[in-house]
RNA sequence: GCCCCGAUAGCCCAACCGGCAGAGGCAAUGGUCUCAAACACCAUCCAGUGUGGGUUCGAAUCCCACUCGGGGCACCA
């Protein structure tokens, strides 16, 4: 009987013993591979989505090992945060304290989970060790003009009090307390990831294929590149004229109104001192109570304020009016817009709310109905654009506009500046000193880190600055540069900047004179497999990237993308929906693990579907992977050929099932079918059982073959399995780095094939050909067949298809 | 509203370039073993690929339209 729970407490030490998956020993010669899994969120235990996660990934780290690579997979924690923060109020216990024992149990579940971690290069980003390089980092941005601050208006939860990156506020709410999100002006450190628009956007390029094609399309929206121009307006009654951005200058003769985003500062000094102040005034007060939850709302009704005021447009010197409206975005192009409602539909709406002219400067198609229409055609009442199509239309009017100054070719993007600054005690203090003299001042390299002031005696509650602004003795400091009192940055940064590099760490976890070692990064970068949720698809990919070609920049490292391939596997739901307690459809890992053991669940986390595709623990049975592994495991007992016997005298027939299995299987893993390398699996060790049970016996050396195939495919998915089977089939630990089945090419060459044989599509024989049979040949040989001239009765032929050695299709006359 | 992905047996899933719809599993049924049962082993059962059209000698696979399900973005000018 096979004893789950026994194997799993057998095999623990002794793994502890050997470390097989230590990598990088200076002496080892073995190609390198770098496979990295999303570091975990040390919140309480490991869940039934680490345990995915990590089982998908194992399965990719643990083949490169059996195929002989040098496999560096690594593991950490991405320890600052929220949860940390607000667990430590909530208990009255210091963030450190709850943090470090989380780590401790997820640590111990993934030994006895496991994973084939290298348990020496392990990291945690809340380590002064490790963030004392984040600050390192950011100062290296600061001094390149890359790290700034500005004031502007940013997400704001008045529950927590505090502002919320983009990624925690789902559907206009706080993704943690579930209040209406609104906007504050508050001043902010940002990075100018937009600067690297273009490269984040043209050098996914080298990603295409490698990733999911679902996430590069996600970046390239997110990134949001447009092409089209500036235009200059004059004000009447203003020196200063303003620029808009559109993509649509070849409808500039449709412009009949001006729009300016209504919390901008330009439609603050636009409505001072006009007859519409009040109004104005009242207007901003009005919408900036309205939160993102109102924005959401479909088919909501334009509004907006008439300005009193008129700008010139260019091209006819026509004065239109302009008017303040929240449906202009103050942050995306200049905050201004020329508004064109024949040819889009916003501006057609607002144009039907305020009764503003609308003039048609595209011809539509006759059959076209609908209102704004922003489709191709000819221009017309544009004169000297009239008669062309779109395309031509935009190209002569900026060059028109360039011509006379009047405006220029534009690129715009919907990316914004990465907003940094957290009014958090739980993560990486931003390395600034604000010195009345000198302004924002880094720490000096040599200071750092700052490390975080104790969390006793201060009060972590969400107040709306940092938490760190009560620890005086820790804000109060002298200049670094002219040695007057100043006052220390009281902010924390966003904890993605913790993962935006940490992969980079790993290759010397514990190196003292850099972020990490620029030689070892020459040899395991980039990352040849990243395994994680697709929920990181935009913003943790995102930002690693844009760090990447920071460095490459900084010539730390010689490469531009960090994540060669990526993998997303999916989530594990229970009855359809997410796993939650209020739902009550969790499932405990931990009642899992017990009732089943560690390779059960593994094998049933990878046997379930295809990696990116969600589980549902309803569907799956855990109770039957535990059988087949039971029945897997057998076969190791039955074997009675003494290891290491000559195989090659084994039974062909059970040789080449051994062959094909190990050899699909290996193609199902290179290509992320896991579920299909498991089902390889099954098929061997049935056909196994049967040889043993029915066939050739338990002493032919193929037999024995085959059950150490099983072991070394298993030891994929199921590692203290194959290792017992390892074990009783005579060897020594461990199975893990006992290589990958060898596979002689001659045994995968089949000496026989079925070919089918159609007439008119429908298979009426079958025919024992050789697998290199010629064309004419095989044709002969299916018109020959007596079960063909039946099927024909008579019928003259029209085309025999013949596509050797598989099919003959013969298409008779009608 | 726009964009993406998916739909194959009662259920979860396979099927390389278009070429016999079935590799694997769950469930079910029958049998062998057993005093009986569990386990194990053996065997059987089951769909013509969401719907409608098209291309082709041939479509689960390619194209068009639709239905349902899932996801992303959401006033980005």
Known sequence: MYDVHAVQEKWLPVWDEIAPFRSGRPDDTRP?????????????????????????????????????????????????????????????VDPALWTDENIAQQKASMRRYACSFDWDRVLQTSDPAYYRWNQWLFVQMFERGLAYRKDSAVNWCPTCQTVLANEQVVAGRCERCDSVVTKRKLTQWYLKITDYADRLLDDMAQLEGKWPEKVLLMQRNWIGRSTGAEVTFAIDGRAEPVTVYTTRPDTLFGATFFVVAADSALAAELAAGTPSEGEFTAYVERIKADSDIDRLATDRPKTGVFLNRHAINPVNGALIPIYAADYVLADYGTGAIMAVPAHDQRDFEFAKVFDLPVVTVVEPPADWEGEAYAGDGPAVNSDFLNGLRKAEAIDAMIAWLEERGLGKGAVNYRLRDWLISRQRYWGTPIPIIHCPSCGEVPVPADQLPVTLPPAEGLDLKPKGTSPLGGAADWVNVDCPRCGQAAKRDTDTMDTFVDSSWYFLRYLDPNKTDGPFDVEQAREWMPIDQYVGGVTHAILHLLYSRFFVKVLNDMGMVDFNEPFTRLLNQGMVVMNGSAMSKSRGNLVRLTDELAENGVDSVRLTMVFAGPPEDDIDWADVSPSGAKKFLARAWRLSGDVTSAPGVDVTTGDLSLRQAVARTVDDAAKAVESYRFNVTVAKTMELVNITRKAIDSGVGPSDPAVREAAEAVAKMLSLVAPYTAEEMWERLGHTPTVALSGWPEVDPALLVQESVVCVVQVAGKVRDRLDVSPDISETELRELALASPAVTAALAGASIRTVIVRPPSLVNIVPGS
């Open 32 to 92: 390198r591979k770098y496979v990295l899994d999303m570091f975990p969120y040390p919140s309480g235990d490991l869940h039934m989505g680490h345990a995915e996660a990590y089982a998908m990934g194992d399965v990719i780290a643990r083949y490169w090992a059996l195929k002989g690579f040098n496999v560096m997979h690594p593991i950490g924690w991405d320890s600052f945060g929220l949860p940390a923060e607000n667990a430590a109020i909530k208990n009255n």
